[in-house]
């Protein structure tokens, strides 16, 4: 993770819009290929030769027509569909009500000008970031509708992930597209630095291939994404210690057997383990709280001795493979809710680094833009 403190992405206001776009999408195969990365390394300025190279080769299509999509993707029995298009972010907003898209993570200044630079110079948006909303009925009918012609294309990938993709060209459903989502609150799932380096890169060059970043956007209330914890993994902390620290700002602490820890995760409870010691830590938070904020922002802020570095882990299973007894406690944390996510950014907060993990994502390949047209 990148040293220094994460700041507070921008603001995009609306009226928002996808517009449509020639995608570019790597042959079955080589979506969701680790390999296929090599597409876009350096040097960057060579990258869009050698994607017309896999074009020549067959080991990469590009549609000849404009066009809004509707991708579903299966991924682990989980089904996701999402309109993916060019998401005007040429309008900064200057007020809190004029946000429109919210990031619910701080980035990284370095990485965001370094990802802007590398966008620039390669002339393209290597895949769509994610954005969730509790999507309109109206949009829900033009997803049904479009799903009753033959799929644009359809394929399994490298990854084992199934695509079925639209091509969404009628006026109509474009403009019904157009008009629900111009007053449309999304927030950014996955995809933050990406996100800032869209709007870093068209105010730099506000050229009108950089008034626009490539996005896909979710109806949570449809096909939701999953939103899953990230574990903390505390390095030089001991779970005595966690447990004062946590009884001191009047949580209600106690231990527990391993077979009845995870059942024990609560939007209020966590557990504490490093693999010997188990315990559950009962926070009173305030309203419109997740725990991750407790932990991240007051809990280690209460130790005497703070975590020599703090790692993270994407399930519990591999958390507790790295638990060490007296030496690495994993703070395992609840799943934190959607809605509690949009009311912490619709107020001006971000959650902590690494506070949710969104999956399934699509696999790289599935859609790539180029900034030529």
């Known amino acids: 993770m990148e040293s220094g403190l994460p700041t507070a992405p921008p603001y995009v206001a609306g009226p928002l819009q996808l517009a449509p776009f020639r995608a570019l999408t790597l042959a079955a195969r080589r979506v969701g290929d680790p390999a296929s990365a090599r597409a876009f390394a350096r040097p960057y300025r060579g990258v869009p030769q050698r994607l017309e190279t896999w074009v020549r080769r067959g080991l ?29 972010v040429s309008k900064p907003a200057t007020t809190p009500a004029q946000r429109q898209v919210f990031p619910h993570e701080g980035v990284h200044p370095r990485q965001v000008s370094e990802l802007a630079t590398r966008m620039g110079t390669m002339r393209l948006n290597p895949a769509p970031i994610l954005l969730a909303h509790r999507g309109p009925e109206t949009i829900r009918e033009v997803s049904r509708k479009v799903r009753t012609e033959s799929p644009h294309r359809e394929f399994v990938d490298h990854s084992g992930q199934q695509h079925r993709i639209w091509a969404i060209t009628d006026p109509d459903a474009r403009r019904i597209v157009d008009e629900e989502l111009a007053d449309a609150r999304l927030l950014v799932a996955d995809g933050h630095h990406r996100y800032a380096a869209y709007v870093a890169l068209q105010a730099k060059e506000p050229t009108s291939g950089h008034r626009t970043g490539l996005a896909m956007v979710i109806d949570q209330d449809e096909t939701p994404l999953f939103l899953g914890a990230i574990h903390r993994l505390l390095h030089g902390t001991r779970v005595p210690d966690l447990l004062e620290a946590a009884a001191s700002g009047g949580a209600q602490v106690s231990t527990i057997d391993e077979p009845e820890a995870v059942a024990a995760l609560a939007p209020d409870t966590m557990v504490l383990t490093d693999g010997a010691v188990w315990a559950t830590v009962k926070m009173p938070l305030p309203e419109g709280t997740a725990m991750v904020q ?12 703070r975590p020599s570095r703090v790692t993270f882990a994407h399930s519990v299973a591999v958390a507790l493979e790295q638990t060490r007894p007296g030496r690495v406690t994993a703070a395992l944390l609840p799943a934190v809710d959607l809605d509690l996510v949009m009311d912490v950014v619709r107020t001006g907060g971000l959650l902590p680094e690494k506070a949710t993990s969104f999956q399934p994502k699509p696999s790289l390949g599935t859609f790539i833009r180029l900034l030529d047209g």
């Open 60 to 88: 990469a299509t590009r549609d000849t027509d404009p066009a809004l999509y509707l991708h579903e993707y299966t991924d682990s029995g989980l089904t996701v569909r999402g309109l993916v298009g060019c998401l005007d």
């Open 294 to 305: 407790h932990v991240d922002g007051v809990l280690l802020d209460r130790l005497t001795r």
